[in-house]
């Protein structure tokens, strides 16, 4: 059995907030670094470099990345032999209240009809794991709604197959445009039921972009699905040109027999997360 | 595709000569007004009441910033996503209010009133708020502070890099997808 403190996992969550937002994961800073060196028109360049520049002003001087710090979603793998001294969610809360806080991060949060704000980024969205062993992983990710607002969930008929879930995605990339920060990143759930596709979509966009899906058929549709994506031409902020998305990871899980969830979630060029093992 | 440097507010003459690629450096006076602010102006405007902001030739900044760290008038200050003020911006167009910064796709509505009103829709590069702030001068709540984020602020910007996506003649700048290419 291992112990763990509250006020660990409330530093461990501060600490993510105020990082991820500030700085941008070598992933994606490579892709958009490659990408302006891989396009033709110079408007697209030009926002390539801009996105360059403005990584490297937001490392050195501690302003967020984008002024939109984004809801903090969090993925708590934990395992079933770590005792948590306090109450884990409370804790985890108060990490991002301090983060949100001491970091002059933008508080986001509101009530969805009087759209009052809550004043301190909570609540945070927490999905929990229980796994065996004596690790408590935290995954953070600050999620800017720009983005979040082109993403969709669909329950397509199972005859569907791969050919909707292409057409469906597609179509989302393609009505999204500018909207959504293009380029553009694109987490795919597919299968388990109706919110469980949408977790799945989300966790995708925890992946680094440079990975490969180690299922062999996956692998293959992800690219196969990237480069359609990318034949569209809406490029960088909607002004054409050869990146609308710098990658495309899925996620699946068996799902009922007469279901074929799919789940469609947009992540901006500004892909904030970071994870920590207590 | 010209480079201009132009001033806030924006004159009639000004707005009206800018076409769709153009490059705008704005200077002047600029405000910031997104969802919630938005709606406040237009339940003002219902009641008849006072405006805290002079529409005319007025230019409006979609967008929340971060707060300002120490020594620094804002903090991260990039567009936001335009099509939910939509439904809004015509209103503020017929009143004077000659141009608007975001990011993202304007509805018929929005482009008709830029034609009716000769006034123009600038585009700023969407995730770029760290480096946008540093056009940003100064920096001051004059309503809604209880809005947080959502506030009206009067900022004086210096040389603001602006593309010009939705022009007063019609003219667009974002590209169609090609629906064909991928399949669809
Ligand atoms: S979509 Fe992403 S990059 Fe664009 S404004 Fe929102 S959080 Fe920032």
Redesign the interface.
């Given at each position: 059995m291992k112990r763990i403190s509250a006020q660990a996992v409330t530093k461990a969550v501060r600490d993510m907030c105020i990082s991820a937002n500030r700085y941008q994961p070598e992933d994606v800073k490579a892709a958009i670094k490659a990408g302006e060196a891989g396009e033709d028109s110079p408007t697209a360049k030009e926002v390539f470099r801009q996105l360059s520049e403005n990584i490297d002003l937001a490392a050195g001087t501690g302003l967020p990345l984008c002024q939109d710090t984004g809801l903090a979603v969090l993925f708590v793998t934990l395992g079933q032999e770590v005792y948590v001294e306090g109450n884990l969610s409370e804790a985890i809360n108060e990490g991002v209240r301090q983060g949100y806080g001491e970091g002059l991060l933008r508080k986001s949060a509101c009530d969805p009809f009087s759209r009052k704000n809550t004043g301190d980024n909570t609540p945070a969205v927490i999905h929990y794991d229980i796994v065996p062993g004596e690790a408590l992983r935290i995954a953070f990710m600050a999620k800017g709604g720009g983005a979040e607002n082109m993403s969709r969930v669909m329950m397509l008929a199972p005859a569907e197959g791969w050919e909707g879930v292409k057409k469906f995605v597609l179509t989302r990339v393609a009505e999204s445009r500018s909207n959504p920060c293009p380029p553009i990143i694109i987490g795919i759930g597919i299968g388990g039921t109706f919110e469980h596709s949408a977790k799945l979509a989300k966790l995708a966009l925890m992946r680094k972009l440079d990975d490969v899906n180690p299922e062999p058929d996956l692998a293959a549709k992800e690219e196969e699905l990237l480069g359609l994506v990318n034949r569209l031409g809406i490029g960088p902020m909607g002004l054409g040109g050869r990146h609308t998305a710098l990658g495309l990871k899925i996620l699946t899980s068996p799902c009922h027999i007469a279901s074929f969830p799919l789940a469609v979630n947009i992540q901006c060029h500004s892909s904030r997360h970071e994870e920590v093992e207590l | 595709m010209a480079v201009y440097e132009m001033k806030a507010p924006l004159s009639d003459e000004d707005a009206r000569k800018l076409r769709s690629g153009d490059v705008v450096l704005l200077s002047g006076v600029v405000y910031t007004a997104r969802?919630?602010a938005h709606k406040k102006l237009n339940d003002l405007l219902d009641q008849g009441a006072d405006l805290p902001l002079e529409l005319t030739g007025a230019v409006i900044y979609y967008?929340?910033?971060?707060?300002?760290?120490p020594g620094?008038v804002i903090?991260?200050?990039?567009p936001?996503?335009s099509?939910r003020m939509d439904s809004f911006a015509p209103r503020l167009h017929s009143l004077g209010v000659k141009a608007s910064i975001g990011?993202?796709?304007r509805n018929e509505a929005v482009k008709q009133s830029l034609k009716d009103y000769g006034a123009v829709y600038f585009?700023a590069?969407?995730?770029?708020?760290?480096?946008l702030?540093?056009c940003i001068k100064e920096a001051e709540v004059i309503a809604f502070p209880e809005?947080?984020?959502?506030a009206l602020r009067k900022l004086r910007v210096e040389k603001l890099?602006l593309?010009v996506i939705n022009d007063s003649v019609g003219g667009e700048?974002?590209?169609q997808?090609?629906?064909r290419?991928?399949?669809?």
């Open positions: - | 969802d919630a967008v929340g910033p971060s707060p300002a760290r620094y903090g991260s200050a990039g936001t996503t099509y990011k993202g796709i585009g590069t969407g995730g770029a708020g760290a480096l702030s540093t809005m947080g984020p959502e890099p593309l700048l974002y590209v997808p090609d629906l290419a991928a399949g669809l």
